[in-house]
């Protein structure tokens, strides 16, 4: 089925560990984000990527690493987790990235940091 | 650096009354304005967007927004509530050169029978 698609929909980790969020859309679109989302801040981005090979930081990129080898992919990896980055985290995508280009978004996966 | 308010975290309103959800921006340039809709365990939903033209625009399910330029306001409205419309809604701006989109942090409506 056509879409955007994260995996796992709930994870639960402990500090310190290794956590990889995927992220596959079916639309080749050009654009994807990764966004958390939390309570009294919204969404805030973490990291974007404009096609397969380029990425840049968004407003809260620290912990986080990203890769987009394909255009289809995006996964985000949480080198080391923390407490403070239990988190639901949104992935995105965008046919281009400016003016009047709607993002679609996934599911959401949310990440618990024990 | 572009930015988006949403003064309030909760509106309240009775199914068949009129609903405005409040949202505030600041650009530099020229605002590209949304409107999201979250349900509860889902991701967000495109409702609508202002580019330019006409300040009234509508959306998906009787939504509507009001752009006012001098106020700096892009207006949720909905002329009559259903209770299903009850949902968490954010606001996003883009400048027009920038390609990343800033959220407001979400105003929760909740429509009562």
């Known amino acids: 089925d056509a879409g955007i698609t994260q995996s796992p929909r709930y994870k639960i980790t402990e500090t310190g560990r290794q956590v990889t969020l995927m992220c596959h859309q079916t639309?080749?679109?050009?654009?994807m984000f990764w966004y958390r989302q939390d309570l009294g801040h919204g969404l805030r981005l973490i990291y974007y990527?404009?096609?397969?090979?380029?990425?840049d930081k968004g407003e809260v990129p620290d912990g986080y690493v990203v890769s987009r080898s394909k255009t289809e992919n995006f996964p985000l990896t949480l080198e080391s987790a923390t407490r403070s980055q239990t988190s639901v985290y949104f992935c995105?995508?965008?046919?281009?990235?400016?003016?009047?280009?709607?993002?679609?978004f996934g599911a959401g996966s949310r990440l618990t940091v024990l | 650096a572009q930015s988006v308010a949403q003064p309030e975290d909760q509106v309240n309103v009775a199914e068949g009354n009129p609903l405005t959800v409040k949202c505030t921006y600041s650009?530099?340039?020229?605002?590209?304005l949304f409107w999201y809709v979250q349900y509860p365990n889902r991701g967000l939903q495109f409702l609508l967007k202002?580019?330019?033209?006409?300040?009234l625009v509508k959306g998906s399910y009787g939504f509507e927004a009001e752009f006012n330029k001098s106020q700096t306001s892009f207006h949720l409205k909905k002329p009559s509530a259903l209770v299903s419309d009850s949902a968490l809604y954010f606001c996003?701006?883009?400048?027009?050169?920038?390609?990343?989109?800033?959220f407001g942090k979400g105003t929760m409506l909740l429509v009562s029978p």
């Open positions: 995105a995508s965008s046919e281009q990235g400016n003016g009047a280009n709607v993002l679609t």
């Open positions: 639309w080749s679109h050009s654009y």
């Open positions: 990527s404009a096609a397969a090979d380029i990425t």
């Open positions: 650009v530099s340039g020229n605002p590209y």
């Open positions: 202002y580019i330019t033209g006409d300040n």
């Open positions: 996003a701006v883009r400048d027009g050169g920038y390609s990343t989109l800033t």
